[in-house]
């Protein structure tokens, strides 16, 4: 067998959240009866237009999706977004587009900033292309902490931001953002969840020539199992960007379920709606410490309990929420749970109060 290169020989694969058939399997349970509320999916499902939409173009699945499609879908997210065609780039999720932003920026033995906790793939992704990830600690309330610039020397090259930041919650300030961005490194600004939060920074693009703000139809739209991400930046990244990247990162059915749940206001309105008024509930009726949400998800310090303790005793009543610990920067009492549709909050709100009491 012909030997791997070393980062493939020493990387552990990215940790996701259980799924409903490993825990029906695991713990003899119906599959149709466990509340998945491990991996921040939108509980209320896709825009009915767009599974119309895929079912009117599966028929084109034996074609490759031409520039021109590429184009219709980058042309309606520059109006919503209120942006031009170039300052848009797609990608197989928002995952792809740091691959690529990897290949167009890092080479071996270059830093990479990351508060943590925080999506632990930029960890994972840097570690792959041979940078060095350096974690900073969020301050006591998980914000990015004041002296957050005075980490960046010559060897930093990008920072990753995530804003509502994932698994706590919170959104970055603008200032401080700002004071970042006037550093020379790359600054990566996740907001996969920021249609559920009070605020995004997109528009700093148009000032800030090292600004990429990644997003996703993964959360609010309901469309996490087509792979659909996109990020504003600026058209000369977006030229670099094409270069690099794999020329059809999205299928037809994909792109014209995308334009019809960008078109579907509607449905997404009614989602925010009822995830925020969900996620209030869980913050008041869960009894632990809940920390405060911009996203589709809580962040709670369940001590004294043990977060691996808790999260298999909630599996065991089929309930499936995630253990934080071996996210970098989160104690071993930390879980996140993903709001859910008002039956599945229920549940779980009784399950804990019923696990905690004991």
């Known amino acids: 067998m012909v030997e791997m290169n070393k980062i493939a020989r020493e990387i552990d694969e990215y940790q996701r959240g259980k799924t409903k058939d490993e825990i029906a399997e695991k713990y003899n349970l119906n599959p149709t009866e466990i509340v998945s509320l491990a991996s921040n999916e939108n509980s209320y499902g896709p825009p009915p237009k767009s599974i119309q939409a895929i079912k009117e173009n599966a028929d084109r699945v034996y074609r490759y999706p031409s520039p021109k499609d590429a184009d219709r879908i980058r042309n309606e997210i ?21 691959e690529s932003l990897m290949k167009m920026y890092i080479e071996p033995g270059d830093q990479v900033l990351i508060p943590t906790p925080t999506f632990s793939y930029y960890t994972l992704l840097t570690k792959i292309y041979k940078a060095e990830p350096k974690h900073i600690e969020r301050d006591q309330n998980y914000n990015i902490p004041e002296n957050i610039t005075e980490k960046i020397d010559s060897k930093t090259k990008i920072i990753f931001l995530c804003s509502p930041n994932n698994p706590t919650g919170n959104t970055i300030d603008r200032e401080k953002l700002k004071q970042i961005l006037e550093k020379d490194i790359l600054v990566v600004l996740d907001e996969a969840y920021v249609e559920f939060a009070d605020q995004t920074h997109a528009q700093l693009i148009k000032k800030h020539d090292n600004l990429v703000v990644l997003r996703t139809f993964s959360k609010a739209y309901g469309l996490a199992g087509l792979r659909i991400g996109y990020a504003l930046t600026t058209p000369q990244i977006t030229k670099k960007y094409k270069a690099v990247s794999p020329p059809f990162p999205l299928a037809i059915p994909s792109i014209e379920a995308a334009i019809a749940a960008l078109n579907d206001k509607k449905h997404l309105e009614k989602t925010i709606q009822k995830t925020r008024r969900e996620r209030k509930r869980l913050q008041k009726e869960i009894p632990l410490k809940t920390y405060p949400s911009q996203g589709n998800y809580i962040f709670i310090d369940a001590s004294p309990h043990k977060a691996t303790k808790l999260t298999e005793k909630l599996m065991q009543k089929g309930i499936i929420v995630r253990d934080c610990t071996p996210i970098p920067g989160c104690k071993d009492t930390n879980i996140r749970i993903t709001v859910g549709k008002p039956r599945e909050n229920t549940k779980t709100i009784q399950a804990i109060k019923k696990i905690t009491k004991k």
């Open 78 to 98: 520059a109006s919503k977004t209120k942006l031009d065609i170039d300052n848009v780039v797609l990608g197989t999720g928002s995952d792809g587009i740091m």
